[in-house]
């Protein structure tokens, strides 16, 4: 799949209708192989996020390392720094 906009394979306009209107086996694989979509969209959201959340607190570690090193270069307490 390219994106969250990318275009679905079946679209529901495309499901033939049964004569008497009744939910067949082409409409279940329909929703079936959508609902598959969806789950694998999410699946790489959620993927994104955890990364996203791994290099946040790389960058907060890495921000409070530099923030220390900087306070004991200027002689100052680090426990007198807000946080």
Same mark, same amino acid.
């Given at each position: 799949? @390219?994106?969250? !906009? %990318?275009?679905?394979?079946?679209?529901?306009?495309?499901?033939?209708? #049964?004569? +008497? #209107?009744?939910?067949?086996? %082409?409409?279940? %694989?329909? *929703? !079936? @192989?959508?609902? +598959? /979509? *969806? !789950?694998?969209?999410?699946?790489?959201? $959620?993927?994104? !996020? #955890?990364?996203?959340? %791994?290099? *946040?607190? =790389?960058?907060? $570690? @890495?921000?409070?390392?530099?923030?220390?090193?900087? /306070? /004991?270069?200027?002689? =100052? #307490?680090? @426990?007198?720094?807000?946080?």
């Amino acid at each position: 799949m @390219s994106g969250p !906009n %990318a275009d679905l394979t079946m679209p529901v306009e495309a499901v033939a209708e #049964d004569e +008497d #209107d009744s939910f067949g086996e %082409a409409e279940y %694989a329909a *929703i !079936n @192989s959508m609902l +598959d /979509q *969806i !789950n694998s969209c999410l699946d790489h959201l $959620e993927e994104k !996020n #955890d990364h996203l959340h %791994a290099r *946040i607190q =790389e960058l907060l $570690e @890495s921000s409070r390392q530099t923030r220390l090193e900087f /306070q /004991q270069q200027f002689g =100052e #307490d680090p @426990s007198d720094a807000s946080p």
